[in-house]
């Protein structure tokens, strides 16, 4: 059964940036593109160098979405399904996640 797990307060998510969050056994990568309440989630483990990154990456526009460009080799992963431009194989897993009462929750 999936429960909401509360990781932070949203006002500790800089606007424009990434933090990584554990839910359950699982590094979390939560961005905040907009001075808004809208996040997203996905895997912070990079498939194409397995390291815990993606959470540090540059969030871009792309094509009408935006994207988070990871750190090291620079493959670019949707932020509202985790899907990767340059290699679909190596999309990453989305999270459901939302705000509540100014915190932030992610579906584990």
Known sequence: MSQWITVCPLEVILTG???????????????????DEQVFAISNIDPFTEASVLSRGLIAEHQGDLWVASPLKKQHFRLHDGFCLED???SVRHF???????????KA
């Open 88 to 90: 679909e194989s190596r």
């Open 96 to 106: 459901d996640v939302r705000v509540r009462d100014g915190m932030v929750q992610v």
């Open 17 to 35: 940036t990434g933090v990584c969050a554990l839910v359950g056994e699982e590094q979390v990568a939560i961005f905040r593109p907009y001075e």
